[in-house]
């Protein structure tokens, strides 16, 4: 059963775009939710991260949106850039360091 | 600061054999964490060591197994082989003192079975 649900599954925008990227929790004993970005070849590297307390946390060209009646969270990338072309993974933790993974979403940024 | 460091990259082994994988975390980080990454199954949690005990378990066989030393460096071993077990192991490390910590994560161990 997938803890953390994540759509879409790929993304293709244009340079300057906004790309949006979604997901969905089911437990609500998740009080941690952090996006990982990962290119390949490589390991996941943290992005920003939000807590449940905050309905949105703003990182330079990133922003998390957190609605905590919908279950919800979202990522977005304001004026996307072709080096945002990675993989990027929502996740939830509760106690106990264990996350759950989204299934990633794949995003192309077209120059 | 050096980030948290994997041994072997790469690494080739026959079905029925077994594997020991290395993780150095970040200096001052106490807690380790292991994760296996498919295209199928993505990234699924193995489990956490926090000063060399295991603190929390995922949903795999026994074939599976770790450990922390003292230093907190850990250690992942993966008992007889099998072709479904090819995928990339990453350690993640954190500092662990309480719940809800940062992950941060290696490059990973990319290990094929045949």
């Known amino acids: 059963q997938q803890q953390v649900k994540q759509s879409p599954q790929s993304l293709i925008v244009q340079k300057g775009g906004i790309s949006i990227i979604n997901c969905a929790y089911e437990?609500?004993?998740?009080?941690?939710f952090p996006w990982y970005q990962q290119f390949p070849g490589k390991g996941p590297a943290l992005l920003i991260a939000?807590?449940?307390?905050?309905s949105e946390k703003k990182e330079g060209r990133f922003t998390i949106s957190f609605n905590k009646s919908a279950k919800q969270f979202s990522l977005h990338i304001m004026d996307s850039q072709p080096g945002d072309s990675a993989t990027y993974f929502c996740?939830?933790?509760?106690?106990?360091?264990?996350?759950?993974f989204g299934t990633g979403t794949s995003l192309t940024v077209i120059p | 600061k050096a980030g948290v460091t994997q041994t072997p990259r790469y690494l080739i082994k026959t079905r029925g054999q077994q594997v020991t994988l290395s993780c150095s975390p970040i200096?001052?980080?106490?807690?380790v964490s292991w994760y296996q990454q498919t295209p199928g199954q993505g990234l699924q949690f193995l489990f956490e060591y926090f000063s060399e005990t295991q603190r929390n378990k995922g949903n795999f066989p026994g074939r599976f197994s770790g450990r922390q030393f003292s230093n907190s460096r850990s250690e992942m071993n993966v008992s007889t082989l099998e072709l479904g077990d090819s995928a990339l192991y990453l350690c993640a490390s954190s500092q662990g003192e309480t719940f809800g910590n940062t992950i941060y994560f290696g490059e990973g161990s990319w290990l094929t079975v045949v």
């Open positions: 437990n609500t004993a998740f009080d941690y």
């Open positions: 200096s001052g980080h106490r807690s």
């Open positions: 996740a939830a933790s509760m106690t106990g360091n264990q996350f759950y």
């Open positions: 939000i807590r449940p307390d905050v």
